[in-house]
């Protein structure tokens, strides 16, 4: 993003973050991964887009170490500190807002470190509230600041606001590409949403057949115009 307001240092950005080199995945007969090829350097935001079906989820199961099937097959190297959001944001139904926030992190500055991700995310007065008093748009801040607070070198997202109305998405958007610029991780972030990922991403990568048939960075003066080829290739 050209408004990061945290500038990595030129060797850190030249840091690859996740190397995939001829990654391959089949279930049964069906081969959905069949040598994809994709590298996100650190601190770079990726859009991923692709048809239902095309392998996205597959591909950030992979990269969050949830599938150990893919082990040697192309998977050459990826952060082991993951945070990944869902579309659903997944809270315990049964701890308050900021033990869901605190889920797993160990240090003695925990609790101070939780408020402060749930005030990054605007709810740092809903720390004791239960997650069924938080509406869809609140519970998926919570899951933002659960991924964040743990300062991941990679988040992935799997169409994290796809459940989300119109004006809410727009608000998350602008919170997340805060909380990015904030935070610097490396994203790989999965939507259906063109628009959505030209907003956000500094490169949009598309998902096809089991590789990546497109990878096209987003410059503010080209495809976020949206008369830009690029923009016109992308929306096809
Ligand atoms: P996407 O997220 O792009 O919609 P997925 O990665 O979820 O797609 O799935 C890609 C393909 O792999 C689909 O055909 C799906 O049915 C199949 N698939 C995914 N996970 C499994 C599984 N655990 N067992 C069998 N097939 C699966
Ligand atoms: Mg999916």
Not at 15 to 41: M, N, Y
Not at 77 to 99: M, Y
Not at 139 to 149: D, E, F, K, P, T
Request: some cysteine.
């Amino acid at each position: 993003m050209a408004t990061d307001t945290r500038e990595l240092s030129a060797a850190a950005r030249a840091r690859t973050a996740v190397r995939i080199h001829g990654l391959e995945r089949s279930f049964g007969e069906r081969k959905v991964l069949q040598g994809l090829e994709l590298d996100i350097r650190a601190g770079e935001f990726v859009a991923l887009l692709g048809r239902s079906g095309s392998g996205k989820s597959t591909l950030l199961r992979a990269l969050a170490g949830l599938d150990h099937n893919v082990y040697g097959k192309g998977l050459l190297s990826a952060p082991a500190n993951v945070s990944v959001v869902f579309q659903d944001a997944r809270l315990l139904p049964w701890k308050r807002v900021l033990d869901n926030v605190l889920l797993g992190l160990t240090g003695s500055d925990g609790r101070e470190r939780g408020r402060a991700a749930l005030d990054e995310v605007g709810l740092a007065d809903r720390e004791s509230a239960w997650p069924v008093e938080l509406s869809g748009g609140e519970q998926q801040r919570v899951s933002l600041a659960r991924s964040l607070v743990r300062e991941p070198e990679l988040l992935l997202a799997d169409e994290p606001f796809g459940a989300l109305d119109a004006l809410t998405r727009i608000r998350m958007h602008k919170l997340l590409r805060k909380l990015c610029a904030a935070h610097r991780p490396a994203v790989l972030l999965v939507t259906h949403d063109v628009d959505e990922a030209i907003e956000l991403a500094d490169r949009v990568a598309v998902l096809e057949e089991g590789r990546i048939t497109a990878d096209v960075p987003v410059e503010l003066d080209g495809p976020r115009t949206h008369g830009s080829k690029e923009y016109a290739e992308l929306r096809e």
